[in-house]
């Protein structure tokens, strides 16, 4: 157990539906990150924050987006869902969010149909 | 843009024999390194990791990986896998302050099965 939680477990929805994702941090963690796994695409970063603010973006979609609470939990937003947005979609923490390790939550896996 | 490349896509042992999966990497920065695995059904773990000093790191499970830096490599090994290492193994790299601000770009992994 890497103590980074994420819910629901599995997520099945239809085309056009928008859900939310949520994740959180090991305790004493301040950044969190996304990452989507596809067979095609394999590990694809997302987007990171830290400590509330947004600090990194990779290859996330218009219809995607994400946020940092207070509280230091996240929350990924995907609307407009498509079926190749059918995924495994991980969040990962980390102390200081600059070059530290990363430690991975059980993922959500999302169905679109 | 920074890449990792894994050469095996799919590995099969059998019991006590040894394993080498290769990882390359392109960036030319200062890099942190790392392995994870994904056990069927789970979520990605930590081998090891690089961040500096000797290059022959030690991880969990047996597992060990060497950092050469004139290669662009840092190669996963272990002397004799068991049944258990049936997973799937992640190469990963952090390009550190010069690159993405800490976010992870992984290869596209290697399967290892090992027969019994």
């Known amino acids: 157990d890497s103590g980074v939680t994420q819910t629901p477990k599995h997520l099945i929805t239809a085309t056009g539906q928008r859900v939310t994702l949520r994740c959180s941090p090991r305790?004493?963690?301040?950044?969190v990150y996304w990452y989507q796994q596809s067979l095609d695409q394999g590990l694809q970063f997302l987007i990171q924050y830290y400590n509330g603010e947004e600090r990194a973006k990779g290859n996330i979609l218009e219809r995607f987006s994400a946020q940092q609470f207070p509280d230091l939990h996240s929350e990924l937003n995907l609307s407009s869902l498509e079926l190749g947005d059918s995924a495994l979609y991980f969040c990962?923490?980390?102390?200081?969010?600059?070059?530290?390790?990363?430690?991975f939550g059980p993922g959500t896996r999302l169905t679109v149909l | 843009a920074q890449s990792v490349s894994q050469h095996n896509h799919h590995v099969i042992l059998s019991e006590a024999a040894s394993l080498e999966l290769g990882c390359n990497y392109s960036?030319?920065?200062?890099?942190?390194l790392f392995w994870y695995v994904q056990y069927p059904g789970q979520h990605l773990q930590l081998l090891l990791k690089?961040?500096?000093?000797?290059?022959l790191v030690k991880g969990i499970k047996g597992f060990e990986a060497e950092f050469i830096k004139s290669k662009f490599s840092f190669n996963l090994r272990k002397p004799s896998v068991q049944w258990s290492d049936t997973a799937e193994y992640f190469c990963?790299?952090?390009?550190?302050?010069?690159?993405?601000?800490?976010?992870?770009?992984f290869g596209k992994g290697t399967k290892l099965s090992v027969k019994p």
């Open positions: 690089y961040f500096s000093g000797d290059p």
């Open positions: 305790s004493g963690d301040l950044s």
């Open positions: 990963a790299v952090n390009a550190g302050y010069g690159g993405s601000q800490g976010n992870l770009i």
């Open positions: 990962a923490s980390s102390p200081q969010g600059l070059a530290d390790t990363q430690y």
């Open positions: 960036y030319g920065g200062t890099v942190n």
